[in-house]
């Protein structure tokens, strides 16, 4: 393949950028208070306009609101997904947004499922860790999130099969106690069935077509850690920017 020469996104976009990975990381909370644009052209030797252009710039993405106060970081009804979390874990040590909490359904080994088994690269009907979780916000239930590690870890790892929130989510506890750093990651977006189970939480009637992320995670070594679903609470939406050469 031919190289070619990359050249540098204009300045707004590499400003917003950086705003734009603060507050998905989580370094600026919901509501945190962005400098002013005078600060920013100050901060980045740029002009007013092209500060503020930067700023238009999160609006128009979602990712923050301005009024005669300022500029507030806010993520309105955006998900956090899986691999926002370990974003922010690494960040800042939390997986948790401003606002946001976790209960802990359930923990418990149960057989492999087709996909799950040809996930985590087990028999189909071998005992696997399942953890399930509801996170919520001031705005009611984020998403209902269930997802699958070999049962190997828990020898390592006993917390996984606990009905309690883990310091450092799966993520951590796994790169603790065996040195597996999630290193890359597959998300698939799909509408399923809801399970009559989490219909419950979601308040919605089991068979409902609901939209979905699946995330499958892999360490350093190429082999799988963890496999995990998603499904969003009403009114959630996914989203992502990505920069095109």
């Known amino acids: ?45 740029v002009a007013t306009a092209t500060a503020a252009k930067a700023i238009k710039q999160l609006q128009e993405e979602g990712y923050v609101r301005s009024s005669s106060q300022g500029t507030f970081a806010d993520l309105g009804r955006k998900l956090t997904s899986g691999p926002d979390r370990l974003q922010m ?13 976790v209960e802990i359904l359930s923990a418990e080994l149960v057989p492999a499922s087709t996909d799950v088994a040809e996930a985590l690269k087990v028999d189909e009907g071998a005992q696997v860790v399942q ?8 705005t009611g239930v984020v998403a209902v ?5 070999a049962s190997d870890l828990v020898e390592a790892a006993p917390e996984l099969l606990e009905t309690g929130p883990l310091p450092k989510m799966t993520f951590g506890l796994i790169e603790d106690r065996t040195g597996r750093r999630a290193v890359r990651r597959r998300d698939v977006v799909a509408m399923y069935p809801t399970p009559e189970d989490i219909a419950q939480i979601l308040g919605v009637e089991g068979g409902t077509q609901a939209l979905t992320m699946t995330n499958q995670y892999w360490d350093q070594y190429g082999e799988p850690t963890e496999y995990a679903r998603d499904f969003l609470g009403a009114g959630r939406e996914l989203s992502a920017e990505y920069a095109l050469s």
Do not use: N
Request: aromatic share 8%; no cysteine; proline share 6%.
């Open 1 to 45: 393949m031919t190289p070619k020469v990359q050249r540098a996104a204009p300045p707004f976009m590499q400003i917003a950028e950086h705003f734009r990975m603060k507050i998905k990381e989580g370094v600026l909370a919901q509501d945190a208070k962005l400098p002013s644009i005078a600060e920013i052209s100050r901060e980045w030797g």
């Open 89 to 101: 874990l690494r960040a800042t040590g939390s997986g948790f947004r401003s606002g946001e909490s």
């Open 131 to 138: 953890r399930r979780r509801v996170y919520r916000d001031d």
């Open 145 to 149: 999130s269930t997802s699958w590690l």
